[in-house]
């Protein structure tokens, strides 16, 4: 408050000095007001052609960078790669944003986010896909179909309620055929040789289990719904699927995890997420794509990127670069 | 419809295939939901230090590129730079988003968008800050401060309610006194000789006479606020200044208009808007500024930026380039 009180007295002298209109200040009788301390629903809406999309933030995960994040390149080169982009060292911080397609004839949810209850003490931080599309106006039981890219948990989860029950009450679950096949199969849970890899078995079977294993499998390269043609993606998980969304002669790209965050794998395209199964394959799938979007200059929605989580892809010397698509203010 | 049927029957030739769980699509028996064709309240809230600052759009306006929307270059190399960053080509869209600092002891607005009806024929299109801000919690008779930054009309004509009245009845006006003094000059206005800046001078007096002129004037260089100083950095107009927010180690600059459009003066600091009064001292204050967000690595939260507005500036070849922060899904 001093420096206040002293610029009050310099402005108040200056302004004595310019001569011009009166100047007394009103000086408020009300308290402050108290800081409001919450955030605004993460929700944003944008147009494909005739489809209305809104994007709605999950929320995030941060964790202290594991020295094999990036399981080909060496913990130093990925901090410089935060630093470079302006994030933290020595953290990740991991945005989820599932999206909501209105087609004008069925109202289609992509991925599902985490679920409210999915990650302990996380409670707030990840879990409010329902929450925001709620606030966006967007009802769960009016929900058509929910389409799923791959079987992590942060795509599956929020299938279920805290209790356990279907999130999308009257909604056909498609589920990629080759994710299915892969992830249901006892053998293949077998042969699994690490806790984690183990543990994401189990949560799939978890998840679709309660639903009673009610799922509509659908084969890459087809449309699961009008306009919505899924794309064969594998490598990240060994059925990931991601999709063109297309209206009109407007189209974007959902990409679910082709790319985990792009501060570090759009940039560099050849750095092997922790979370990619085949390494390998998922660069082979992330090449072609990221290289597609660049000379199509299509729109890519991100799961994994910043909210809105919408861009335009650029080529750049090592890589790639997202290119946010400006926030519209109406629709 | 077709596409889905051929798609449906594949996949669930290709179910019993596969052979697993039961796959009978439930067919909802609901109508499809309508389009909800609503944006989402446009505010973002963030901390700097202790200090809680919400930035609301107020909303854009687009318009037909004029030949001379950047006075020293050619319309062709403008649509250039516009094809590049990934807008339309002949067309300019500029979105205003002004903030609300709350300091915990004070609650300040900085400028106040083109007023909910300033605009013929822009309802809702621009004029959402008043709006926004009530979305986003807060309540304009709260207001303790409102500090302008130049007298056009984006910035004050929101300090007035649709029927002249006064939008914050309990806030203090502060106004550059350089500004002031040229705006409220009847000679500086006799010399004018173009409408347009007649307009932008009959303008600010038809705001501030609503006012009854009850302003307090502050020099360039003086702490408006706690924390809250003032940087002379005119150009834009004879008066302009930004603002350096700074609590505890964090500091984000607030520009104003030290740009318009990033993708025009920020990727090139040596094109001249035509909004700006002085365009070489314009640059001058825009390329110290500049330099001096890249070198310190300093936010900024860019009046004419995307909403939500706030970026990190990094250099490049030809000037800079501005990188969003990254939406927190929580504060």
């Given at each position: 408050?001093?420096h206040l009180?002293l610029t009050r007295r310099e402005l108040?002298?200056?302004?004595?000095?310019?001569?011009?209109?009166?100047?007394?200040?009103?000086?408020?009788?009300?308290?402050?007001?108290?800081?409001?301390?919450?955030?605004?629903?993460?929700?944003?809406?944008?147009?494909?052609?005739?489809?209305?999309?809104?994007?709605?933030?999950?929320?995030?995960?941060?964790?202290?960078?594991?020295?094999?994040?990036?399981?080909?390149?060496?913990?130093?080169?990925?901090?410089?790669?935060?630093?470079?982009?302006?994030?933290?060292?020595?953290?990740?911080?991991?945005?989820?944003?599932?999206?909501?397609?209105?087609?004008?004839?069925?109202?289609?949810?992509?991925?599902?986010?985490?679920?409210?209850?999915?990650?302990?003490?996380?409670?707030?931080?990840?879990?409010?896909?329902?929450?925001?599309?709620?606030?966006?106006?967007?009802?769960?039981?009016?929900?058509?179909?929910?389409?799923?890219?791959?079987?992590?948990?942060?795509?599956?989860?929020?299938?279920?309620?805290?209790?356990?029950?279907?999130?999308?009450?009257?909604?056909?679950?498609?589920?990629?055929?080759?994710?299915?096949?892969?992830?249901?199969?006892?053998?293949?849970?077998?042969?699994?040789?690490?806790?984690?890899?183990?543990?994401?078995?189990?949560?799939?079977?978890?998840?679709?289990?309660?639903?009673?294993?009610?799922?509509?499998?659908?084969?890459?390269?087809?449309?699961?719904?009008?306009?919505?043609?899924?794309?064969?993606?594998?490598?990240?998980?060994?059925?990931?699927?991601?999709?063109?969304?297309?209206?009109?002669?407007?189209?974007?790209?959902?990409?679910?995890?082709?790319?985990?965050?792009?501060?570090?794998?759009?940039?560099?395209?050849?750095?092997?997420?922790?979370?990619?199964?085949?390494?390998?394959?998922?660069?082979?799938?992330?090449?072609?794509?990221?290289?597609?979007?660049?000379?199509?200059?299509?729109?890519?929605?991100?799961?994994?990127?910043?909210?809105?989580?919408?861009?335009?892809?650029?080529?750049?010397?090592?890589?790639?670069?997202?290119?946010?698509?400006?926030?519209?203010?109406?629709?």
């Amino acid at each position: 408050m001093h420096h206040l009180n002293l610029t009050r007295r310099e402005l108040l002298s200056g302004a004595a000095a310019i001569g011009a209109a009166t100047l007394a200040p009103q000086v408020p009788a009300q308290a402050a007001a108290p800081l409001v301390g919450t955030q605004a629903p993460g929700w944003y809406r944008y147009k494909v052609g005739s489809y209305e999309i809104t994007a709605a933030t999950d929320g995030k995960r941060s964790f202290k960078l594991p020295d094999t994040f990036v399981t080909n390149i060496k913990k130093d080169q990925v901090n410089e790669a935060l630093v470079a982009a302006h994030m933290e060292k020595d953290m990740m911080t991991i945005p989820y944003t599932p999206i909501v397609i209105n087609t004008g004839s069925k109202l289609i949810v992509m991925d599902t986010g985490v679920g409210e209850a999915a990650f302990t003490g996380s409670k707030g931080v990840a879990g409010q896909f329902h929450s925001n599309i709620k606030a966006a106006g967007i009802d769960r039981n009016a929900v058509d179909l929910v389409v799923i890219s791959h079987f992590h948990g942060d795509h599956i989860n929020g299938l279920l309620t805290p209790d356990n029950k279907l999130a999308f009450p009257n909604a056909e679950i498609l589920v990629p055929s080759v994710e299915w096949k892969y992830f249901m199969d006892d053998a293949e849970r077998a042969r699994q040789n690490t806790q984690r890899m183990k543990e994401v078995f189990d949560n799939a079977r978890r998840v679709f289990d309660a639903l009673n294993r009610k799922v509509t499998q659908y084969d890459a390269g087809k449309e699961v719904a009008p306009g919505i043609t899924s794309v064969a993606t594998h490598g990240h998980t060994p059925g990931h699927v991601s999709y063109v969304v297309s209206s009109g002669s407007s189209s974007v790209y959902v990409q679910a995890d082709v790319t985990n965050h792009p501060a570090l794998f759009v940039r560099n395209p050849g750095w092997h997420a922790f979370f990619d199964q085949d390494p390998q394959m998922a660069e082979t799938s992330r090449r072609k794509v990221y290289d597609m979007l660049a000379t199509e200059k299509m729109m890519v929605q991100g799961f994994h990127y910043p909210f809105p989580s919408l861009a335009y892809i650029e080529k750049t010397g090592t890589g790639y670069r997202e290119i946010p698509v400006p926030w519209n203010p109406v629709i």
